[in-house]
C-alpha cells in the first residue's frame, strides 16, 4: 500500500460521507414528498420541493449533518419552499380547491396515481386550512414530529402548535372529513 496523491493511503477502506448522504437522502424522500404534497395540495409542486430541499441539504451537508433532527430541518425547509411557491400560485390553488374541477381530475388520472376520491377530499380540506393550521398539521401527523420539534421548526411556542393543531382538526371537522383525536 502506498499513498496516492491526495494523501490518502491507496486500498484502505475509509467511510464515505456520500454514502451516508446518499443513504440520507434515500431514506427521506418518500415521507418529504408525501408531506409536502398534504401541505400544498399538489404532488408535483411536492416532488420539486423535495428535490429542492434535498438539494440544500447536499450543499450543506457538513452542517445538516450534525443537527439534532436533520429530518426535521429537512421537513422545514420543503414546507418553507412549498409556501413560497403557494403565495404565487394561491388563486389558483383556491380556485381548485372550490371547484368541482378536483374530482373530475380524479376520475381523468391514470389508475398508477393512486388518488383516490377521499384523498383528494383530504387534500382539499387541508388545503383550505390557514397556512399556520396546515403547516401544524402536516408537521405533527404527516411529517411525524414532536409538538417540540414541530414548535421548533415553526418558531412558536408548544402550546401554538397545540393550538393551532386543534384548530386545524376542527377545520377538517367542518370540511365533513371524520377526524380521530389521537
Known amino acids: 500500500m502506498g499513498t496516492g496523491r491526495s494523501g490518502v ?5 475509509v467511510p464515505r460521507v456520500d454514502d451516508e448522504l446518499h443513504e440520507f437522502c434515500r431514506a427521506a424522500h418518500p415521507s418529504l414528498v408525501g408531506a409536502v404534497g398534504l401541505f400544498c395540495g399538489d404532488v408535483d409542486v411536492a416532488e420539486e420541493c423535495a428535490q429542492e430541499a434535498l438539494l440544500r441539504a447536499c450543499r450543506d451537508w457538513d452542517r445538516v449533518r450534525t443537527m439534532d433532527n436533520p429530518q426535521a430541518w429537512l421537513m422545514t425547509v420543503a414546507c418553507n419552499l412549498a409556501r413560497s411557491r403557494y403565495r404565487h400560485l394561491a388563486s389558483l390553488r383556491r380556485t381548485l380547491a372550490r371547484s368541482s374541477a378536483l374530482r373530475s381530475q380524479a376520475s381523468t388520472r391514470d389508475d398508477d396515481s393512486g ?49 393551532l393543531t386543534s384548530q386545524a382538526i376542527s377545520g377538517l371537522r367542518r370540511a365533513g372529513l371524520e377526524v380521530d383525536d389521537d
Not at 9 to 13: K, L, R, T, V
Not at 152 to 162: H, I, L, P, Q
Open 9 to 13: 493511503i491507496e486500498g484502505a477502506a
Open 115 to 163: 388518488e383516490r376520491a377521499d384523498a383528494l377530499a383530504v387534500r382539499a380540506a387541508v388545503a383550505s386550512l390557514p397556512h399556520r393550521q396546515r403547516m401544524a398539521l402536516v408537521l405533527r401527523y404527516f411529517g411525524d414530529l414532536s409538538v417540540r420539534e414541530t414548535a421548533t421548526s415553526m418558531g412558536c411556542s408548544e402550546g401554538t402548535v397545540k393550538a
